[in-house]
């Protein structure tokens, strides 16, 4: 079965630091590799996510994060971030339509 | 955009009772999906649907049932909810596309307390 891990599970950091979450996955597989954002009292929404090509993908808000195939990793990264970044980060990995999440990581960004 | 909505945002229930959450989509997607988030666990995927009728297990689904009678709606059911159930319920929808690639959309999570 496959599994996702994420390597922090809470981030703390001040405005215009930059970010780096760790996620890694056991499947072995062809995987799609998905980050998710779930802000404060809002619904999960797509960051990135990669299919295929380039191994570094730009999301939305200035993110971007790096497919590794041999470190079997999809770093996240943002090099400054806001208070409005305050929100809880989940790694994800589909295939053979099961989409199975990490565990999570909550950020807080302090002004 | 896409649409989930789930049909309640937060209930109460006492152990024993029986439970439906429900969901209903508006974009037409085939795949629909429910899944529990609790922290630290992240979110543990409890059943999905390809299709009206079809359903599969996920990584949890002891202790409840799914339902998939038309394909815009997808109902979870604890038969008889007990406290360990206690969690946010998210359901999710995504197109087939090639099956595996598919984005999901999520809806904004039902809070279920059991007593």
């Known amino acids: 079965a496959q599994s996702v891990s994420q390597h922090n599970h809470h981030v703390i950091l001040s405005e215009a630091a930059s970010l780096e979450l760790g996620c890694n996955y056991s499947?072995?597989?062809?995987?799609?590799l998905f980050w998710y954002v779930q802000y404060p009292g809002q619904h999960l929404q797509l960051l990135l996510k990669?299919?295929?090509?380039?191994?570094l993908v730009k999301g939305i808000k200035g993110f971007e994060a790096e497919f590794i195939k041999s470190k079997f990793s999809f770093n996240l990264r943002k090099p400054s971030v806001q208070w409005s970044d305050t929100a809880e980060y989940f790694c994800?990995?589909?295939?053979?339509?099961?989409?199975?999440f990490g565990a999570g990581t909550t950020v807080t960004v302090r002004a | 955009d896409v649409k989930v909505t789930q049909s309640s945002r937060y209930l109460v229930k006492r152990t024993g009772e029986k439970v439906f959450l429900e969901c209903v989509q508006d974009?037409?997607?085939?795949?629909m999906f429910w899944y529990r988030q609790d922290p630290g666990l992240g979110l543990r995927l409890i059943y999905f649907?390809?299709?009206?009728?079809?359903?599969e297990k996920g990584d949890i689904p002891e202790g409840y049932s799914v339902s998939r009678e038309k394909k815009e709606r997808f109902s979870l059911i604890l038969e008889s909810a007990s406290t360990n159930q206690t969690s946010m319920y998210l359901c999710?929808?995504?197109?087939?596309?090639?099956?595996?690639?598919?984005?999901?959309?999520f809806g904004e999570g039902s809070r279920l307390t059991v007593l």
């Open positions: 999710a929808s995504s197109l087939p596309a090639s099956g595996d690639t598919g984005e999901l959309f």
């Open positions: 499947y072995g597989g062809t995987v799609n």
């Open positions: 990669y299919f295929s090509g380039d191994p």
């Open positions: 994800a990995v589909i295939a053979f339509y099961k989409l199975s």
């Open positions: 974009m037409d997607h085939e795949n």
């Open positions: 649907s390809y299709d009206v009728k079809m359903k």
